[in-house]
T-cell receptor, first 115, second 112 residues
Framework: GENVEQHPSTLSVQEGDSAVIKCTYSDSASNYFPWYKQELGKGPQLIIDIRSNVGEKKDQRIAVTLNKTAKHFSLHITETQPEDSAVYFCAASRKGSSNTGKLIFGQGTTLQVKP | DAGVIQSPRHEVTEMGQEVTLRCKPI?????LFWYRQTMMRGLELLIY????????DSGMPEDRFSAKMPNASFSTLKIQPSEPRDSAVYFC??????????FGDGTRLSIL
């Protein structure tokens, strides 16, 4: 089955610096890659997603890149702020197949942004 | 719009007791997912429904776990009998067609 590896497990940056989190997936049929942010005591919240027909997507300070050949995708956060501190999860799934919507999550990255 | 609503937010009970977790998906969503989150295993999909019908329950750990969705606005996850190793945060999520999943804030379950 699908396996998603996420690195690093923890990341500490200074406010204003950039943060990059990387994920690799095993199932070449995966075509949908969301990123979730989880704050303490809350459920994961979608922050950005990308489909396999696109190589990059950007939303203000957040961007995601996808390399289908290498089967990896990355989250980039620029100009980090203390409120970006949280646990970030990548995920992969096959949209449109019999397993529509079945997300396989990475292990999570705890991001700390120091003021 | 109200998001996914889960209850209770916290549950503490003794091993052997029956536990029932509840979820109200976002109105109009046709997919509903139950996840379990632990430090050791991360976020695991337990089961998901499409139009109230269970589609994939391969993540349900054992027969002590069962899930139902009697209508489009309500689902339950039941553990009977509960064991200490079931302690975790359980999340419910919902989505519409191929749109992203929206998560509730979870139920923190502690089995003593």
């Amino acid at each position: 089955g699908e396996n998603v590896e996420q690195h690093p497990s923890t990341l500490s940056v200074q406010e204003g610096d950039s943060a990059v989190i990387k994920c690799t997936y095993s199932d070449s049929a995966s075509n949908y890659f969301p990123w979730y942010k989880q704050e303490l005591g809350k459920g994961p919240q979608l922050i950005i997603d990308i489909r396999s027909n696109v190589g990059e997507k950007k939303d203000q300070r957040i961007a995601v890149t996808l390399n289908k050949t290498a089967k990896h995708f990355s989250l980039h956060i620029t100009e980090t702020q203390p409120e970006d501190s949280a646990v970030y999860f990548c995920a992969a799934s096959r949209k449109g197949s019999s397993n529509t919507g079945k997300l396989i999550f990475g292990q999570g990255t705890t991001l700390q942004v120091k003021p | 719009d109200a998001g996914v609503i889960q209850s209770p937010r916290h549950e503490v009970t003794e091993m052997g007791q029956e536990v029932t977790l509840r979820c109200k998906p976002i109105s109009g969503h046709d997919y509903l997912f139950w996840y379990r989150q632990t430090m050791m295993r991360g976020l695991e999909l337990l089961i998901y429904f499409n139009n109230n019908v269970p589609i994939d329950d391969s993540g349900m750990p054992e027969d002590r776990f069962s899930a139902k969705m009697p209508n489009a606005s309500f689902s339950t996850l039941k553990i009977q009998p509960s064991e200490p190793r079931d302690s975790a945060v359980y999340f419910c999520a919902s989505s519409f067609l191929n749109q992203p999943q929206h998560f509730g804030d979870g139920t923190r379950l502690s089995i003593l």
